[in-house]
């Protein structure tokens, strides 16, 4: 049987974790990570962290690699990025083997522990056994109980960890089948890179709601959130990992497609082309700055303004912007610039935060913007604070008029598959109808590109009513799946008109 060599990186960040529940308040993030895996590659381990590297920016709290050397897994994690946690040559010493696979992550289920660091292991039957998860898990907390009812024993607190018990559970003859059977049980969304002492095995949910591709480095075969992981690491892209697809790899580089779930209509989450994926990668076959451009275009069409300058909110409003200019034809301006040493604001947990990361994150360019009209584009309006310190940072500087212009349409629903989206009661645009919102944030005018124009911007000839393309829960209140952990009065008011 294999076992399991744990390093733990020392962090004076560590806090204990919080409950995995929903919270009186209902208010329960949903994480959004950066899953990266190769097999068949010399010192795998630093391949994966070159690979982590590129996809930082889908969770910036944690990271964690596991290899396999032919008889033993080992794994390093820490709280930090990756460059901090893996600092030096050293740690991939401790890390052997042509497999490897890795998880960055923002903590919202289950808390920030090291326990809940990804990827998460356990010796089975047959086995050592990781798993590395981008998504959610919205029946986790039912199985759980059930689980444990029949006498499991959690070791973290992440929803992902189920999916190991499931497995461990399953009375089917082969690992495949009991993985299968697992993935059978759950729902939610879900893109998953696994690794066994046989192999790798990569899959994504039958919806494919959370993003998976494949590549190649020479004869070693290449999985990642994004396909900017396999430029940065000399990949070549192959293709994407289908909705509902299981690609098992062995050793050998032998690689099987198994489809046990048919062949539903998939529903890849638009907020990846919205805001999470970096504007460098593609997505179903178009390159994500393309589609935020033609957004942008788009949202000049719908929401024109008479203005001197487009300035964008850096960095996820720049394309937008960009597209805004050339259509409308104002001229584009960095009217407000960014320091590259703060993370994300979006993804920053707690208010008290995320308003100090406002002020050290942006400053405005007041040479440029005093006494001007200006447009200001964003990718999304979630809280509002954001957006309303955007604003007076602008008047603050001297401009004359702010409008402002969001890519993306209204945030009015939370998202339940992997999207840092509060509950609904805290989304502005839940609470206030349009002029309201614009009140709140003290912006002349606002506005937000129509979902027929999101999804004209994507490619798509206009969304389809009777069979969306893309899950859109978070703009439309449209599910695509159950939602069984969460209470039916809760999920009614997330779903109603």
């Known amino acids: 049987m294999t076992s399991i060599s744990q390093h733990a990186a020392p962090s004076d960040a560590f806090r204990d974790e919080t409950p995995w529940d929903v919270g009186d308040d209902g208010d329960t993030l949903h994480e959004e990570c950066g899953i990266f895996g190769v097999i068949g590659a010399r010192s795998a381990s630093s391949v994966v962290a070159l690979g982590l590297h590129a996809l930082q920016h889908r969770g910036q709290e944690a990271v964690g690699i596991t290899s396999f050397d032919g008889g033993e897994f080992f794994s390093h994690r820490g709280i930090g990025h990756v460059a901090h946690v893996f600092k030096n040559q050293d740690i991939f010493a401790d890390l052997p083997g042509m497999m490897a696979s890795g998880h960055v992550r923002y903590s919202t289920t289950g808390g920030s522990g090291l326990r809940n660091i990804q990827p998460l292991f356990a010796d089975l039957a047959d086995g050592g056994f990781s798993i590395a ?25 992440s929803d992902t960890e189920v999916i190991i018990h499931l497995v461990a559970t399953s009375r089917y003859p082969t690992l495949l089948d009991r993985f299968v059977d ?46 900017v992981a396999l430029d940065v690491v000399g990949a070549d892209f192959e293709r994407e990992v289908e909705p509902g697809e299981l690609l098992v790899v062995d050793h050998n580089g032998v690689i099987s497609s198994h489809r046990p779930f048919g062949d539903p209509a998939p529903r890849p989450c638009i907020f990846e082309q919205v805001y999470f994926s970096r504007p460098d990668s593609i997505l179903g076959g178009q390159s994500v700055y393309q589609s ?10 719908e929401a024109p303004a008479d203005a001197d300058l487009v300035v964008p909110v850096p960095d996820s409003g720049v394309p937008a912007a960009i597209g805004y200019a050339a259509e409308s034809g104002i001229p584009f301006e960095l009217g407000i610039i960014r320091s590259h040493y703060v993370g994300r604001t979006f993804i920053q947990p707690g208010d008290s935060k995320r308003h100090a990361e406002v002020k050290r994150k942006h ?90 124009g999101l999804y004209r911007a994507v490619g798509q000839q206009d969304r389809n009513a009777k069979c969306p393309q893309f899950c859109d829960a978070c703009f439309t209140g449209e599910y695509p799946t159950h939602l069984t952990d969460y209470d039916a009065d809760a999920v009614a008011g997330e779903t109603e008109a």
């Open 133 to 157: 998860h981008n998504g959610n898990i919205s029946n986790a907390m039912t199985l759980k109980r059930d689980l444990v009812h029949k006498g499991s024993i959690f070791q973290s607190t």
């Open 363 to 452: 400053n405005a360019n007041r040479a440029l913007v005093a006494g001007k009209r200006i447009v200001l584009i964003d990718d999304s309006i979630v809280r509002g604070t954001t957006s309303l310190k955007i604003v007076q940072m602008m008047r603050d500087a001297g401009a004359s008029e702010v409008h402002m212009r969001i890519a993306s349409p209204p945030t009015d629903h939370s998202c339940f598959y992997g999207v840092d989206t509060p509950e609904r009661s805290k989304l502005l645009a839940a609470r206030m109808d349009l002029e309201a919102m614009a009140d709140y944030i003290q912006a002349d005018s606002l506005a937000f590109v129509s979902i027929d």
């Open 182 to 227: 697992a993935l059978r049980l759950i729902e939610g969304a879900y893109a998953l890179i696994c690794t066994t002492p046989a192999g790798m095995i990569a899959c994504r949910d039958p919806l494919g709601i959370r993003p998976l591709v494949m590549g190649r480095i020479g004869s070693s075969v290449v999985f990642a959130s994004e396909t």
């Open 292 to 301: 935020r451009r033609q957004i942008g275009v788009e949202l000049a069409k």
